[in-house]
């Protein structure tokens, strides 16, 4: 684990923890709170945000990705933090969905990084890199 990641985990778990309370969940009443810790130390996060058109719905990995894209940030991804619940209340740890690997894939990728994700419930914390959650990725570089 890279120094910056032991320095700000906590931090990354509880700028997660604090997403989850923005989701806007009203249909599956699952919230779900995520982020991304960058190798300048900056913490982008994001929440679950449905649509009354379900499957319209955006993970909360999503967003943050979007919200980090939007602010300039191009690669540089160490690590992700997800979790969430029903109603709010942290369960059991919860992984990213397939298309949110997907998502995930393309910030890493264009810096070169296989961050670690941090998939955290009530008691255990599950880290593996994304790499192995989403192994032979489609991305940018099989464009080039
Ligand atoms: N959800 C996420 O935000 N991230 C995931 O990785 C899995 C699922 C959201 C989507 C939907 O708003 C709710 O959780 C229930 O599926």
Do not use: K, W
């Not at 943050?64 to 969430?84: E, K, N, P, S």
Request: with cysteine.
């Amino acid at each position: 684990m890279s120094e910056l990641l032991a320095d700000r985990r906590e931090a990354l778990i509880a700028a997660a923890r604090g997403a989850m309370d923005t989701a806007y969940a009203p249909y599956s009443g699952f919230h779900v709170g995520a982020a991304l810790l960058f190798e300048d130390g900056a913490i982008v996060t994001g929440a679950n945000f449905e649509n009354a058109s379900y499957g319209l719905s955006l993970c909360a990995e999503t967003v943050a990705c979007a919200i980090a894209a939007h602010a300039g940030r191009r690669g540089g991804l160490l690590a992700v933090a997800v979790l969430g619940g029903i109603g709010g209340h942290v369960g059991a740890a919860i992984s990213p969905c397939g298309r949110c690997r997907q998502i995930l894939n393309e910030l890493a990728a264009l810096g070169g990084t296989d961050p670690l994700v941090l998939c955290v419930g009530d008691h255990e914390v599950a880290e593996m890199r994304l790499s192995v959650l989403l192994p032979n990725a489609f991305g940018p570089a099989n464009l080039a």
